[in-house]
């Protein structure tokens, strides 16, 4: 079975390794998001395709959900010795060897795709991870700002999450998107897959940014395979993070329902909603023309995120096999 799944950081990554639990011998291809990407330092970050590269290879820091198990920060402090900063974003050591790396290896003309192949390499990842293009794209927020001409101002992702800790947002302005185009790979595995996954990434600025993507929202749409989707939203709220803040600068209601209406019955066959909490959520998709069941979504062990992703094969397994069987009586009764 080939798995194709687009996804964030941690809360991709996260699940991602419950896919793998369910689906071991399932080829799965990852298509991750680089919208978080950034300079600093000189250096090239890739925040979102690092924290799977870790949790994949086994090199994360599992309390923190992002960054290296048992990391230093000896060039972080010299940096502080000299007053360099910026001090809301730190760089430990093991980690800036990969941006090391991948600084150099872009700098010499490789694409982003083979930089990510070659560091992955290493790590022995269990999934093929490709980045969603090749071409620079960042993820901006526009936030209110007295002293900004008109009141606005729009920061770097990661200054808005990072220092500013998600303030409210007036919009999501995806820098560079128009002209990207998918990175070699991306748009075979969405059409050779057997079944697509999106993860309970953040749907706005981590599965939003790929599908913005020119050409990759309509080869998900247009896909053979089915194409299941996990909410993000439980209860009414984030499992943590800031896509509360991201929705409500798109329009979309923070709600597991709404979310799945966001991505839409044209992308979406199948949508999985927390039973303790949004079981009420179910008939409002299914009434979206989206088949949705209420299952537990809260990754709080390896066998609960386990059992998640197995929830999402099982219904796109049943929406496959509606299909063929739909397939099969359209033929039935052309032939009578
Ligand atoms: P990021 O790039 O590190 O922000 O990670 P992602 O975009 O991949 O995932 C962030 C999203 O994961 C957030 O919107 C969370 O609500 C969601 N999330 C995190 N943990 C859980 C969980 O246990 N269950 C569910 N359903 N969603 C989760
Ligand atoms: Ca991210």
């Not at 969603?132 to 700002?145: A, G, W």
């Not at 990759?216 to 749409?221: E, F, K, L, S, T």
């Not at 909603?273 to 949705?292: H, L, M, Q, S, Y």
Request: glycine share 10%.
């Amino acid at each position: 079975m080939r798995i194709t799944a687009l996804a964030g950081g941690v809360g991709g990554a996260r699940f991602l390794r419950g896919l793998l639990a369910a689906a071991p011998n399932a080829t799965v291809t990852v298509i991750g998001n680089i919208g978080d990407d950034m300079t600093m330092h000189g250096l090239r970050i890739c925040p979102d395709l690092d924290t799977v590269m870790y949790t994949l290879g086994g090199g994360i820091h599992e309390e923190q959900g992002w960054g290296r198990t048992e990391e230093t920060f000896g060039v972080a402090d010299e940096l502080k010795a000299y007053g360099v900063g910026p001090d809301w974003f730190t760089l430990g050591d093991k980690d800036i060897a990969t941006h090391l790396v991948r600084t150099q290896m872009l700098g010499a003309g490789y694409p982003l795709s083979e930089v990510t192949e070659a560091l992955c390499t290493r790590w022995e990842l269990p999934v093929r991870l490709l980045p969603s293009t090749d071409d620079r794209v960042e993820t901006h927020v526009v936030v209110d700002d007295a002293e900004a001409p008109g009141g606005r101002r729009a920061v770097h992702f990661q200054e808005y999450w990072v220092r500013m800790h998600a303030p409210d947002a007036r919009a999501i302005v995806s820098v560079g998107v128009e002209s990207a185009k998918p990175a070699p790979g991306v748009l075979e595995a969405i059409a050779e897959a057997d079944v697509i996954v999106l993860p309970p990434s953040n749907p706005v600025v981590s599965i939003g940014t790929i599908l913005d993507i020119p050409g990759i929202r309509r080869a998900v749409a247009d896909a053979a395979a089915p194409v299941v989707g996990l909410s993000p939203i439980v209860g009414g709220g984030p499992v943590r993070g800031m896509a509360d803040k991201v929705l409500a600068a798109v329009g979309v209601e923070v709600s597991a329902a709404a979310v799945a209406e966001h991505y839409g019955a044209d992308l979406l066959d199948g949508w999985l909603v927390d039973a303790d909490a949004d079981t009420g959520a179910v008939a409002r998709v299914e009434a979206a023309g989206i088949a949705c069941r209420a299952v537990p979504l809260m990754m709080s062990s390896p066998q609960a995120t386990q059992a998640m992703a197995q929830a999402a094969l099982d219904l796109a397994a049943e929406l496959a096999a509606a299909k063929a069987a739909a397939a099969r009586t359209a033929t039935g009764s052309a032939s009578d």
